[in-house]
């Protein structure tokens, strides 16, 4: 079974441009979630999607949106980019949704670089 | 709201000596307890999980933990180390109480397995 896919692997921005990132989560989960991870920060949740639907948000400001699609895969749109959006950003699935005990499957991430 | 600790940033150890990755938590209701791993430029990787029963937890590649419910611990723990084992270590949570509940990482701590 493949695993989660993220693309692109890498991405050099400029401030006040906007970014999609992409995620394919593994066959048969419906639950994606999102990270941010920065060095000393951790992982920061962004959101979750269960179903086409946002179940959870993290406390990043509106720049920062998602989607899921009927085939489960999931985009996250950072619009108006800074400096701080410098991160890796993880993408997860999940068979079930919020609330489980299941454990999640992680993507590579997208490194992404605001210049 | 739902906290995980991660006191150690860094912790050495010699190989062939027991290591220890600690981790303490808060959260609502009884806790879904998990640790990941993640190696140089790779995504996370899940090692093991405590949903009920059997405190001691075992888990991949020899790894094992404890949860501790009146410390509110679940610390990572492995007999003989390998210079392998050598990565980030992530511990997270999820409430089980009611609704959709998101997961919280700790910071990590980094693991430093010394020849």
């Given amino acids: 079974k493949a695993g989660v896919t993220q693309t692109p692997r890498y991405l050099i921005k400029t401030r006040g441009q906007q970014v999609t990132l992409s995620c394919s989560p593994i066959s048969g989960h419906r639950s994606v979630s999102w990270y941010q991870q920065t060095p000393g920060q951790g992982l920061q949740f962004l959101f979750e999607y269960f179903s086409e639907t946002q179940r959870n948000k993290g406390n990043f400001p509106g720049r920062f949106s998602g989607r899921q699609f009927s085939n489960s895969r999931s985009e996250m749109n950072v619009s108006t980019l800074e400096l701080g959006d410098s991160a890796l950003y993880l993408c997860a699935s999940s068979y079930t949704s919020s609330g489980s005990y299941n454990e999640q499957f992680f993507g590579p991430g997208t490194r992404l670089t605001v210049l | ?115």
Avoid: M
């Fill in chain 2, 1 to 115: 709201a739902q906290s995980v600790a991660q006191p150690e940033d860094q912790v050495n150890v010699a190989e062939g000596n027991p290591l220890t990755v600690k981790c303490t938590y808060s959260v609502s209701g009884n806790p879904y307890l998990f640790w990941y791993v993640q190696y140089p430029n790779r995504g996370l990787q899940f090692l093991l999980k405590y949903i009920t029963g059997d405190n001691l937890v075992k888990g991949s590649y020899g790894f094992e933990a404890e949860f501790n419910k009146s410390q509110t611990s679940f610390h990572l723990k492995k007999p003989s180390a390998l210079v392998s084992d050598s990565a980030l270590y992530f511990c997270a949570v999820r409430g089980s109480s009611g609704g959709y509940q998101k997961v919280t990482f700790g910071t990590g701590t980094k693991l430093q397995v010394i020849p």
